[in-house]
């Protein structure tokens, strides 16, 4: 009696997580990417360089298209000493504003869990697209860090955190966080790890957040667990 028991709570403890999930499968509306390193250290450094190096190889510009519609959506590069991000067409980059007679600004650090969405989560910071400057038609939006033989600047040194990204075309905007870091402080430059966006438009994203487990394999598993146990209990009956 008691075994049969034990069985049958299992049996709904497994019944009611699958329907637990189910109400959270509207949920898993979030696209998730890795970056790697393509040269990676052979004697790891003490800092994670799991991610892609910046500045990369020939000093190349790294462009991620979130919603692989053949669209860049935002860039990273590092001109001169400086380490920067900018958006692509009407993409826009959360930062602080630009001190005149500066035109590009300082990028914040966001937090895990920051909220990332159309009112910014700071009343100091502002969603900014980027310009170009003439000749050379670079486009600036916001600073991670520069160093120079006068000093160095900017807010990402030794640390690692969230860029909050705005992309999109007309009333279709989403929300992006990407992670980057940069882990010696003084230099210029650091690392893009991962990334992830909110395929719902308009819906903000919290720095950090990944889709969810698959839902239809979790009940499934659960399913599997309940004929397992029916199995054994009809084995002990003989």
């Known amino acids: 009696m008691h075994r049969s028991r034990c069985l049958l709570l299992l049996s709904l403890a497994s019944v009611a997580i699958g329907l637990g999930l189910a109400e959270g499968y509207g949920q898993g509306t979030i696209v998730y990417g890795r970056l790697s390193n393509p040269n990676p250290s052979p004697v790891p450094p003490p800092w994670d360089d799991s991610g892609y190096p910046m500045p990369g190889q020939g000093r190349q510009p790294l462009e991620l298209d979130f919603n692989g519609d053949g669209l860049n959506d935002v860039g990273f590069h590092v001109f001169d000493t400086t380490f920067y991000v900018y958006g692509m067409d009407a993409t826009r980059i959360l930062t602080y504003p630009p001190i005149p007679p500066d035109i590009n600004s300082f990028l914040p650090v966001l937090e895990s869990g920051t909220q990332i969405g159309l009112v910014p989560p700071d009343e100091q910071l502002v969603w900014r697209q980027s310009i170009s400057l003439a000749p050379d038609g670079r486009p600036y939006a916001a600073t991670f860090n520069g160093a120079w033989n006068t000093g160095y600047s900017g807010l990402w040194q030794g640390v690692e955190g969230y860029v909050g990204i705005e992309f999109g075309n007309g009333l279709n905007?989403?929300?992006?966080?990407?992670?980057?870091?940069?882990?010696?402080?003084?230099?210029?430059?650091?690392?893009?790890?991962?990334?992830?966006?909110?395929t719902r438009p308009g819906v903000p994203i919290l720095a950090g957040a990944i889709p969810e487990p698959s839902t239809w394999a979790l009940l499934v598993g659960g399913g599997v667990l309940m004929v397992l146990l029916r199995k054994k209990r009809r084995e002990r009956r003989g």
Do not use: N, T
């Open 173 to 198: 905007r989403h929300y992006a966080w990407v992670r980057v870091g940069s882990p010696l402080v003084g230099l210029y430059g650091g690392y893009v790890y991962d990334w992830a966006y909110e």
